[in-house]
């Protein structure tokens, strides 16, 4: 059987032949002449990596902290850790807030006094719903977690998402520290309770996923707590320090569940806890501990967004650390945010001490901004900017939520 030789192995013989194989026949190649080497290859431009490279290390620093405000007003504390500590963001409490227009002139403010700056601000308040509520009296109260879950639709999860998004978006927030998927499992836990969807790691993990999904479909940026879970602490982290004498095998079977959901869901930020598990690290607290957060968070679990802490004036950490100190370590174990949600000094000292920290290399720059590059990587995605907000419009949002929750 004769073999048929391909039409282009043909066509490359021929040219062989004739000399004329790879080049012109116009432009025939001269002896002695090596071909032009090919040019490099281009280079693609990151402007991100730019921005971070051009700032000022108190500049990065300052985008790596969120903090606290007194009163319902921008005041000079406030407009201090803009202009001087160039502040990443702040935090509203239930303080804070009084009326729909009292709160959107107050971001408004914040977003004002931040226009000088190249980078926009993040506004984040705790809206979970149930006892966790801390918008206006004339919005709509949101459902606990615990009641969603029972109507045993995740769907409708994610309509209360989108409705709580529609509240702050409308007020000029754009960060939401939310949804809680701690897995309740201890009766006697004081502080989570109906805050979470239940008891099952797949209920909690099916319905804080899908609230997720809808805090990010109205543009809020979801900040999902408390990693490694809350859910199975019998002392309030607000008081002390919590202590769970679980192993990380025990953790992966209940806990983590979530966590690997709503990381598989692109989780763009991860609250970590004021908990001390002994059994990953005896001596540091999970927000300050590097075997929780680089080893298990980035390492075995595969996460690269943001990590924020808890608020650091917490009692349990105040009660057993020195502020500046707890937080140059929060950041030395891979935090790229500091919540440091009370007390203007606090946030100061904070600042000097990540300052004097990095200056003195014991936190390395590029960690430093790589943190930072996170941090400016998920404001641009989520397109934030310092122009004004309002005004809500409360009738159709409140609709909204009642739609979501079944009400009509």
Excluded at 90 to 95: D, H
Excluded at 157 to 165: C, S
Excluded at 177 to 206: C, E, M, Q, T, Y
Excluded at 329 to 335: A, E, H, I, L
């Amino acid at each position: 059987m004769r073999l048929v030789r391909p039409i282009s192995i043909l066509l490359l013989s021929a040219a062989i032949a004739t000399g004329c194989a790879g080049r012109s026949p116009e432009q025939p190649q001269q002896p002695g002449r090596e071909p032009a080497p090919a040019p490099p290859p281009q280079v693609q431009s990151d402007p991100i990596k730019d921005k971070v490279k051009a700032m000022p290390l108190a500049h990065k620093l300052g985008q790596m902290i969120i903090a606290g405000i007194d009163g319902t007003s921008v005041d000079e504390h406030a407009r201090s850790l803009i202009a001087d500590g160039r502040i990443g963001g702040f935090i509203l409490y239930k303080a804070n807030i009084e009326s729909v227009e009292q709160t959107t002139s107050l971001l408004n403010g914040l977003k004002e006094a931040n226009r000088a700056n190249p980078v926009p601000l993040l506004l984040s308040v705790d809206q979970e719903g149930g006892r966790v509520n801390r918008l206006p009296s004339s919005f709509a109260a949101v459902p606990s977690n615990r009641d969603i879950a029972k109507s045993g639709d995740s769907k409708k999860a994610r309509a209360v998402g989108e409705a709580i998004g529609e509240q702050l978006h409308a007020l000029g927030f754009n960060v939401n520290f939310a949804p809680v998927l701690d897995v309740d499992s201890n009766p006697k836990n004081p502080v989570i309770g109906s805050r979470s969807f239940g008891s099952s790691a797949s209920v909690v993990s099916k319905f804080g996923v899908e609230e997720m999904l809808g805090l990010r479909s109205k543009r809020i940026i979801p900040v999902v707590k408390h990693f490694p879970g809350h859910g199975d602490t019998s002392v309030d982290s607000h008081l002390d320090l919590p202590v769970v004498n679980k192993t990380p095998d025990q953790l992966r079977e209940l806990e983590l569940i979530p966590f690997a959901e709503a990381i598989r869901s692109n989780a763009e930020a991860i609250m970590i806890a004021h908990i001390l598990l002994p059994q990953i690290d005896p001596e540091h607290p999970a927000s300050m501990s590097a075997k929780t957060i680089t080893e298990l968070l980035r390492g075995e679990m595969g996460y690269d967004g943001i990590v924020i802490t808890d608020d650091m004036t917490m009692g349990a950490i105040v009660k057993h650390y020195d502020i500046g100190a707890a937080v140059v370590q929060s950041v030395k174990s891979g935090s790229d945010i500091v919540l440091v949600a009370h007390d203007y000094e606090l946030a100061r000292k904070a600042l000097e001490a990540l300052e004097q920290a990095a200056k003195s290399g014991v936190i390395p720059e590029d960690q430093i901004d790589r943190s930072v590059y996170r941090i400016l990587s998920l404001k641009e995605r989520y397109g934030l900017t310092d122009n004004p907000s309002g005004p809500a419009d409360v009738n159709a949002i409140n609709a909204a939520l009642d739609k979501a929750t079944g009400k009509k």
